[in-house]
């Protein structure tokens, strides 16, 4: 689990929940209407946007944003170092009883052993993360539409908590809940865009730009490893998907 975003997420709405506490009644805050109109109309406008599937989609790969499992990219070096080294003295047919804990490198490895050409190797795994990016990127782009239409629902909740206030100023007790769906609306629609849709978005753009480097990192692994690259050549390519700063760390 990503501990930072379960942390993030519940900080930021357990610091507005000790305000709002603070000041009064907390379920003075609690108003079904208002919560109808954001979440209701957010996600049902979200739906004119993108097929119903890239819609249900999108909440599976929200997921990624809490429960990221994306490997250390030096865990990968070593396993392609250690392949690599198999194959150079072994050949390739040696790498098919070798214990390899990643899915995407498994898959690499497995077409290399089967004899296919380091082309069609290639454009198979680059297929797969073109695949993964795409999907990752409709999901970013939900959840962005969720950041831009809930405070605009909020907005229209504040209309009509306006126009109802209004056209009963004769009655004293429905100016007060007409009021609140007005201001209600307005603080939801807020809150879901800036306390969860839009940094969320974020996330998952961090959360693909990891995943993509990772596979990009396997990628070069299984083309080395076709080439019969030396181990200790492949090591040093690969190498550059890490920062310098930690590279620096780790020769030292």
């Not at 939900?142 to 109802?164: E, F, N, R």
């Not at 800036?194 to 978005?201: E, I, T």
């Not at 480097?213 to 040093?236: F, R, Y």
Request: aromatic share 6%; hydrophobic share 50%; glycine share 10%.
């Amino acid at each position: 689990m990503d501990i930072a975003s379960l942390v993030g997420f519940l900080l930021g709405i357990g610091i507005i929940v000790a305000a709002i506490a603070t000041g009064g009644d907390v379920m003075l805050f609690v108003n079904v209407p208002s919560l109808l109109i954001v979440i209701g109309g957010t996600f049902g406008v979200s739906l004119m946007r993108i097929p119903l599937s890239d819609f249900l989609r999108s909440f599976g790969i929200l997921g990624k944003t809490f429960f990221n499992k994306s490997e250390d990219p030096n865990i990968l070096i070593e396993d392609a170092v250690r392949l690599a080294d198999v194959a150079r003295k072994n050949g390739l047919l040696a790498l098919e009883g070798e214990e390899i804990s990643n899915p995407f490198m498994k898959k690499g490895i497995s077409l290399c052993v089967d004899g296919h050409d380091p082309a069609f190797v290639k454009q198979m795994l680059q297929q797969e993360i073109n695949q993964m990016v795409s999907r990752n990127e409709v999901g970013q782009d939900m959840w962005k539409g969720v950041g831009d239409l809930a405070p605009a629902m909020g907005m229209i909740g504040t209309l009509v908590g306006l126009v109802q206030m209004l056209a009963n100023m004769s009655d004293p007790a429905s100016i007060g809940p007409a009021m609140a769906v007005a201001l209600l609306t307005t603080l939801y629609g807020a809150m879901v865009a800036n306390c969860f849709a839009l940094p969320m978005v974020d996330k998952l753009a961090s959360v693909l730009n990891y995943e993509k480097a990772n596979k990009e990192l396997i990628l070069d692994t299984i083309s080395g490893i076709q080439e019969g690259m030396n181990p200790k050549v492949l090591e040093a390519l690969l190498n550059s998907y890490i920062s310098e700063k930690k590279r620096s760390l780790d020769e030292d």
